[in-house]
Nanobody, 127 residues
């Protein structure tokens, strides 16, 4: 199992940018580099939802319609780190953002398709 720690959250004004990072630790070096990775988010009072995902080789990326064109997911397997660049942020992007890892891409857009989760980092976008 991969241990994941998110960072980079904070308060930003609408239209601004943030970059989230997710560091893998523990017995993870080979595991991280062969795992598909994703970002999910949970707004207050709402279910956790898919945001973006990337295959282990970065050959494919996936985005929810709500963030497509504004967010970019990337990874550095040499650093065991996943990133989410968030631009043109909107108040509706306010949520706790979670990093997750999956051994398979079969259900990478689903909460149940992920095998390991971080504890999340809060992003607040003010209007």
């Amino acid at each position: 199992q991969v241990q994941l720690v998110e960072s980079g959250g904070g308060l930003v004004q609408a239209g601004g940018s943030l970059r989230l990072s997710c560091a893998a630790s523990g017995r993870t070096f080979s595991t991280f580099s062969t795992s598909a990775m994703g970002w999910f988010r949970q707004a207050p009072g709402k279910d956790r939802e898919f945001v973006a995902a990337i295959t282990w080789s970065s050959s494919s990326t996936y985005y929810s319609d709500s963030v497509k064109g504004r967010f970019t997911i990337s990874r550095d397997n040499a650093k065991n780190t996943l990133y989410l660049q968030m631009n043109t942020l909107k108040p509706e992007d306010t949520a706790v953002y979670y990093c997750a890892a999956a051994r398979s891409t079969a259900r990478i857009k689903e909460n149940s398709g992920m095998d390991s989760w971080g504890k999340g980092t809060l992003v607040t976008v003010s209007s």
